[in-house]
């Protein structure tokens, strides 16, 4: 049994329509898995982060990126347009574990990477490791189509937000996450600049409160001292003084 059906964790059909043809659903992988259209976004993740960003990732004879991530535990917002797959996204919630086929623990993709477990991304991409029903991963976002970006992004926040969210952590461009605070999110960068691939990407913290008036984006940078106090690194929880330290004045 999966570790969401363990906590009664239940989908609803969940979708959302952009007017222009455009649809993202919410999907257990067995549902992508079953429907070609939907199969197509594994696909999409070779194209994008295989052959484009030149990341060393798993891909199958079929040509699908896949991976030690993909399985029951993970839930997926696609993206079709006119019969066909335009874009995604995974979702993972931090405190869900399994043993691999390795018969190692999996988790989810920062953690692991904090834990030495992924040989590509650094031990310390991220300042926070959250295992916490209330807090989200996202990863593997492809977007084709920049107008409706926002709405997509919007959608998946929702949806979190509805089963209990409060926080969601993603690897991120760094020009998307100041666009994000641009929307009106609460967003802060929780990690160094980290090159995988062919791109700079750093770890990002999403409070998924609805989207107010905030800030410039420069103010968001350092993560609120309760952030690291509750989900910090113990790197991070060692550093806290001299990380929140008042300057002299």
Not at 75 to 86: P, Q, R
Not at 138 to 155: C, D, E, G, H, W
């Given at each position: 049994m999966s570790f969401l059906g363990q906590n009664s964790f239940a989908l609803d059909r969940f979708q959302v329509e952009y007017g222009d043809g455009t649809v993202s659903r919410v999907m257990s992988f067995d549902e992508v898995m079953a429907c070609p259209v939907s199969r197509h976004y594994f696909q999409l993740r070779r194209e994008v982060f295989v052959e484009a960003m030149e990341w060393d990732l798993p891909v199958t004879e079929a040509g699908e990126e896949i991976d030690q991530y993909d399985g029951d535990d993970a839930?997926?917002?696609?993206?079709?347009?006119?019969?066909?797959?335009?874009g995604g996204c995974r979702l993972m919630l931090t405190n869900a574990v399994r043993v691999g086929d390795d018969g190692q623990p999996v988790t989810y993709m920062i953690r692991d990477a904090l834990e030495g477990r992924l040989r590509d991304i650094?031990?310390?991409?991220?300042?926070?490791?959250?295992?916490?029903?209330?807090?989200?991963?996202?990863?593997?976002?492809?977007?084709?189509?920049?107008?409706?970006?926002?709405?997509?992004?919007?959608?998946?926040?929702d949806?979190?937000?509805?089963?209990?969210?409060?926080?969601?952590?993603?690897?991120?461009?760094?020009?998307?996450?100041?666009?994000?605070?641009?929307?009106?999110?609460?967003?802060?960068?929780?990690?160094?600049?980290?090159?995988?691939?062919?791109?700079?990407?750093?770890?990002?913290?999403?409070?998924?409160?609805?989207?107010?008036?905030?800030?410039?984006?420069?103010?968001?940078?350092?993560?609120?001292?309760?952030?690291?106090?509750?989900?910090?690194?113990?790197?991070?929880?060692?550093?806290?003084?001299?990380?929140?330290?008042?300057?002299?004045?």
């Open positions: 839930i997926y917002v696609i993206t079709t347009k006119g019969g066909e797959c335009v650094p031990e310390d991409v991220s300042q926070i490791k959250p295992v916490d029903p209330g807090v989200w991963e996202m990863t593997r976002v492809i977007s084709q189509n920049p107008v409706t970006y926002k709405l997509f992004m919007a959608f998946v926040i949806f979190m937000r509805s089963r209990g969210g409060e926080i969601c952590i993603f690897l991120s461009r760094p020009a998307s996450a100041p666009l994000c605070n641009r929307w009106g999110y609460e967003v802060y960068e929780v990690g160094p600049r980290v090159g995988l691939g062919r791109a700079q990407f750093v770890a990002v913290c999403c409070f998924l409160a609805r989207p107010d008036v905030r800030q410039p984006y420069e103010a968001y940078k350092c993560p609120p001292r309760s952030l690291i106090e509750r989900f910090g690194t113990p790197v991070a929880q060692a550093t806290l003084d001299r990380l929140y330290a008042q300057p002299a004045e």
